[in-house]
């Protein structure tokens, strides 16, 4: 089974960027399909953005879409989330998922493994 490793995160200002970084060991990242999920304050945990084994197909949440880029370098074992345009409703802890099943998946539930998450905070 792989192990999620995620950092990046921290506090920035609105109109910032960010890049979050998911390192996964223990097995061949390329057999994974990722995912990045985000959990505000007193809400679920819900979908943000996913990307198929290759990295090849992706998908969006329409909150981030045209924001945020995911993206998945098999050769480093590390998957990505580069966030621009930052506004304070992206304040979250951020989550990178991996599940074996082909396909960039929108469903937290078709996900197994996770990572321990990381805090984005923006400021406006």
């Known amino acids: 089974q792989v192990h999620l490793v995620e950092s990046g995160g921290g506090l920035v200002q609105a109109g910032d960027s960010l890049r979050l970084s998911c390192a996964a060991s223990?097995?061949?990242?390329?057999?994974?399909?990722m995912g990045w999920f985000r959990q505000a304050p007193g809400k679920e945990r819900e979908f943000v953005a996913s990307?198929?084994?290759?990295?090849?197909?992706?998908n969006y949440a329409d909150s981030v879409k045209g924001r945020f880029t995911i993206s998945k370098d098999n050769a480093k074992n590390t998957g990505y989330l580069q966030m621009n345009s930052l506004n304070a409703e992206d304040t979250a802890v951020y989550y990178c998922?991996?599940?074996?099943?082909?396909?960039?998946?929108?469903?937290?539930?078709?996900?197994?493994?996770w990572g321990q998450g990381t805090q984005v905070t923006v400021s406006s």
């Open positions: 223990g097995r061949t990242f390329s057999s994974y399909a």
């Open positions: 990307t198929s084994q290759s990295g090849r197909f992706t």
């Open positions: 998922a991996a599940k074996t099943s082909p396909g960039a998946s929108q469903y937290r539930d078709a996900y197994a493994t």
